[in-house]
């Protein structure tokens, strides 16, 4: 009979396996694809924006870094892998989602005339 020890160790276990099980790369290439098209999309933003273009450029070249790693994992999956996971598949949905919200930020302060700043 095992103990409640054993009980606990094991489904711990198990979590940090399933967490790393593998993920097809198959499941990742529409979110590799999708971060791409919003990198693209922010670019023409930039490129048309009226105001703020300064802050628009930084976030700019901050979503252009993380396209690029994502690219290069793209890439050079066959040398990484141990990448292809549950919890990075999980972390890739989340980082698409943040580009969405830079993108929509930059869409919003392209068109402001001046941006707030508090004290």
């Given at each position: 009979?095992?103990?409640?020890?054993?009980?606990k160790?094991?489904?711990?276990e198990?979590?940090?396996d399933?967490?790393?099980m593998?993920?097809?790369?198959?499941?990742?290439?529409?979110?590799?694809?999708?971060?791409?098209?919003?990198f693209?999309?922010?670019i023409?933003?930039?490129e048309?924006?009226?105001?703020?273009?300064r802050?628009?450029e930084i976030?700019?070249n901050?979503?252009?870094?993380a396209?690029?790693?994502?690219?290069d994992?793209r890439?050079?999956r066959?040398?990484r892998d141990?990448f292809?996971?549950k919890?990075?598949?999980?972390?890739?949905?989340?980082?698409?989602?943040i580009i969405t919200?830079?993108?929509?930020f930059?869409?919003e302060i392209?068109?402001?005339?001046?941006?707030?700043?508090s004290?």
């Amino acid at each position: 009979m095992e103990d409640n020890g054993s009980k606990k160790y094991s489904f711990t276990e198990s979590l940090v396996d399933s967490a790393f099980m593998f993920v097809p790369l198959t499941k990742f290439l529409p979110l590799i694809n999708e971060i791409g098209n919003f990198f693209n999309e922010i670019i023409e933003l930039v490129e048309a924006a009226e105001h703020n273009k300064r802050t628009c450029e930084i976030l700019k070249n901050r979503v252009r870094v993380a396209q690029l790693a994502v690219r290069d994992l793209r890439d050079k999956r066959k040398d990484r892998d141990d990448f292809f996971n549950k919890i990075n598949y999980i972390r890739l949905q989340e980082l698409s989602t943040i580009i969405t919200q830079i993108k929509k930020f930059i869409s919003e302060i392209s068109l402001m005339k001046t941006l707030n700043k508090s004290s």
